[in-house]
């Protein structure tokens, strides 16, 4: 019987390579045979690219595009603790610069990630551009309140990629765009917040959340879908 090698002929890119979440995207791509190439990029990649700088943001997307058309991007940017400060739990604790702050990193620098990046995806065929989310970015689910920044970051994100999708799924019909929420990973992210034993690996969140992207199919809109392929309400 004869074996047949699936031929590589996809090219992705995960932006925030470094982090947990993000490494493991880059391993698992990799290990996919339909790729030819993955690229991991971060602040300390070459290209390189700063989250808070859209001058590095343009020069590593052109660098890349240099390269051919992407397939996959996958954005695993983001933080919870910024400047050695954690997520607010009281209304009183909030602050101008925190909340700028966390609008910085995670909502404006995906932003123009979406900018630079979405238009490398190859036009008329499958492709796919996914940002992390979290659950805690939903309007309609926020029962506990708290967490003032980093849920209205991530609500601005939600809301930055779902106008994307509309306007890119008008020239790209065959784009997936999806917001992710990867559940309790273990990580320099949630280490401070839930116990190792009480969190997934990366490699098991990813891994899952790439089995969820592979079953997606393009609507016009962005698909706002947990580690388990569950909707998320917006």
Known sequence: MVT????????????????ALGA????????????FQVLALSRSSTPAFDLELEASIQQCAQEVGQG???????????????DGVGPEKRLDAISAPGLMRSMQINAIGPALLM?????????DVPTVYATLSARV???????????????????????????AAVEVSRRRPL???????????????????VAPSD?????????QLLQVLQALRPTGRAQFVDYRGASVPW
């Open 4 to 19: 047949v090698t699936p031929v590589k002929e996809l090219r992705a890119v995960v932006l925030g390579a470094s982090g």
């Open 24 to 35: 493991a995207f880059v391993e698992l791509l990799r290990a996919d045979p339909r790729f």
């Open 68 to 82: 051919g058309a992407v397939h996959w991007l996958i954005d695993a940017t983001g933080a919870l603790e910024i």
């Open 115 to 123: 900018k630079h990046f979405i238009p490398l995806l190859a036009p």
């Open 137 to 163: 970015g939903s309007i309609e689910d926020n029962r506990k309140g708290g967490w003032y920044g980093y849920r209205a970051a991530k609500a601005a994100r939600n809301m930055l990629l779902q106008s």
């Open 175 to 193: 784009a997936v765009f999806a917001a992710l929420q990867p559940g309790t990973v273990r990580s320099k992210l949630s280490r401070p917040f």
């Open 199 to 207: 969190a997934m690996a990366p490699e098991a969140s990813a891994a």
